[in-house]
């Protein structure tokens, strides 16, 4: 097709134009008849107008063409590319959104957990014969996705022990199976359900509000007098009813043991086939004034031996719990009562009590708290006087918790704790008698 | 311009921002495998409700509308939603949902998950089960 640039088009023009008036004065001049001379001049002018509309349409016409040709020119290359482009772009972008809608599903990692805290006071805040700064634990757990319905946790904890060295211990490792919101089977070594604390804040510190846990719900290797960890079969689950939900927990195990002066979950099993077996029944409030409250009642029956002598104490221990867990309050109670029978000691039913409360604000620049904790164990009770940790005691505690950011946290603690049965074992292991703490801990969870 | 009149500005923008967050809708949607009532949507997303009936449901969050989501039908913010699930994983061996970057993505999770629930900003088209909106 014919095409004229748009650049050549004005310059004809123009050229045209300047040869029309530059040729009228010169004709003009030379007719040198004014009447003729304008006759002429009148109709060379209609003449160039004439000629001047012309090239005007025609470059109209033509600039018309032209601009016709190059957005059909433009339809043309663009039309269908363009259309293939966003059609491979939407095709790729449903690509993108479906593999991601099905990542859930996909086996190609395993996140890992944790958490770790150091510390500094005047004494250690678990084991008072040692003082000044202390690393506390680095806790590592595992939450690997099986299935929908199989689940499994594992909790690989490095901490420091009695004897002040650095000790490996898998202190959670159990595999369960979920038939439904009311029946979970989980089979392992896991935190013994009874009380609140003992599985609701296990062994990260980040989590609990406070700088530690009430001395005689300590784990087993941090001075604890209970069995914090079982190793056998639990079943537990949860039921909606009513404001809120009646959680339930059965479990049986393996029967612990007193090693060194410790409670001993026994991983591998037990001598003589010595079983130990509880429950907890739990109501939880989730809606109406009562919203965050949880109470409940446990109980469990244990027979204990000893790895040192032929010391056999069978344990029945019941408590109750009510714990208030809300935005801004957070306030925890837990008391129970041991019916223990040593059954290769003297004769009769020893009995014992231990029991805390504690109250926390949680306040938008920190969490205060404060708690009273008091055990009263009878030393004629084999159970407690072979522990290293068993005596009666009392302790009074304030502290407070900041947030640093939502994954660091640093606490403060000031605490008196009086020991009420100062034992021989006591000053053989240099524990004090009764001794002020000032407590600083930090926390982190990742 | 003086200090308080940029905070006031810096406080009605946060707050416009925070108002149209809220005011957004959400549409809590289901696989068409899933009977769920809206009440009980709460429940799901804090893993307090693992099945519907015989069904395992598998709740997976929407990044671009979970702050409308946490605020209009959880009431938590981010912080406490993330406080909850770590205290729930480390407790009971679960894990939080799965997070999707875009309604489209939640769509195309919950049409191919057999129990799966989520939540979109705009009306789904079809294919799955609206339990409902907040």
């Not at chain 1, 809608?101 to 040692?130: C, E, K, M, S, W």
């Not at chain 1, 490996?168 to 604390?197: C, K, M, N």
């Not at chain 2, 967050?21 to 709460?42: F, P, R």
Request: glycine letters at 10%.
């Amino acid at each position: 097709m014919f095409t004229i640039p748009r650049h050549t088009l004005g310059a004809l023009l123009l050229t045209t134009v300047s040869v029309v008036a530059l040729a009228v004065p010169a004709s003009a001049i030379a007719a040198g008849n004014d009447a003729d001379a304008i006759a002429v001049l009148q109709k060379k002018l209609d003449q160039s107008i004439k000629m001047i509309e012309a090239l005007t349409a025609r470059v109209q016409e033509l600039e018309s063409r032209q601009g016709g040709t190059v957005a059909a020119t433009q339809t043309a290359s663009t039309g269908p590319a363009t259309q293939q482009q966003v059609a491979e772009v939407e095709h790729r972008v449903q690509q993108i959104e479906a593999a991601n809608a099905t990542r859930q599903q996909d086996t190609t990692g395993l996140p890992i957990h944790g958490f770790a805290d150091v510390g500094i006071g005047n004494y250690n805040p678990y084991f008072a014969n040692y003082r000044g700064a202390n690393i506390g634990s680095l806790d590592f757990y595992l939450t690997p996705k099986l299935g929908d319905r199989v689940l499994a946790l594992s909790e690989l904890i490095f901490e420091v022990g009695p004897d002040g060295s650095v000790g490996t211990d898998l202190e959670r490792f159990q595999i369960g199976y979920q038939f439904s919101d009311a029946a979970t089977v989980w089979i392992g070594r896991f935190h013994t359900p009874y009380g609140y604390i003992n599985t609701a804040l296990h062994h990260g510190v980040w989590l609990a509000d406070a700088l530690r846990r009430p001395k005689f719900l300590n784990f087993e290797d941090h001075g604890g007098v209970m069995p914090s960890h079982t190793v056998g079969a639990w079943l537990t689950g949860a039921q909606r009813a009513g404001d809120g939900r009646v959680l339930y927990d059965l479990y049986v195990g393996n029967a612990q043991q007193d090693s060194g002066g410790t409670v001993f979950m026994q991983n591998a099993g037990t001598a003589h086939g010595t079983v130990m077996g509880g429950g907890r029944l739990s109501y939880q409030f989730t809606g109406g004034p009562l919203d965050g409250l949880t109470v409940g009642a446990s109980a469990f029956t244990d027979k204990v031996d000893s790895a040192q002598t032929n010391n056999l104490t069978q344990l029945r221990v019941a408590g109750i719990a009510a714990v208030y867990d809300t935005d801004s309050w957070e306030h925890i109670a837990e008391a129970y009562v041991f019916h223990d029978t040593n059954l290769n000691g003297p004769p009769g039913t020893k009995r014992s009590t231990a029991w805390f409360a504690q109250l926390g604000y949680r306040g938008a620049w920190g969490v205060p708290y404060v708690r009273y904790e008091r055990a009263s164990l009878d030393q004629n009770d084999l159970y407690f006087a072979e522990q290293q940790f068993g005596a009666s005691y009392y302790r009074s505690a304030a502290g407070v918790r900041f947030d640093i950011n939502p994954k660091s946290a640093i606490k403060f603690e000031l605490a008196n704790t009086h020991t009420l049965d100062f034992r021989v074992s006591d000053v053989q292991y240099g524990l004090p008698e009764d001794y002020n703490e000032v407590l600083a801990q930090y926390a982190v969870r990742f | 311009m003086h200090r308080p009149t940029i905070a006031l500005g810096v406080a009605l923008v946060l707050a416009g921002l925070s108002g149209a967050a809220l005011g957004d809708d959400v549409y809590v949607i289901c696989n068409s495998d899933v009977t769920l009532q809206a009440a009980e949507v709460k429940d799901v997303f804090l893993g307090e409700k693992g099945f519907a009936g015989s069904v395992k449901l598998s709740p997976a969050d929407n990044g671009s509308a979970q702050t409308a989501f946490l605020g209009k039908v959880l009431k938590l913010d981010l912080a406490k939603y993330g406080s909850i699930w770590t205290k729930k994983s480390f407790r009971d061996g679960t894990n939080p949902p799965p997070i999707k970057a875009s309604d489209a993505e939640a769509v195309a999770y919950v049409k191919q998950t057999s129990g799966g629930c989520s939540y979109v900003s705009s009306a789904p088209a079809g294919g799955v089960t609206v339990v409902g909106k907040f």
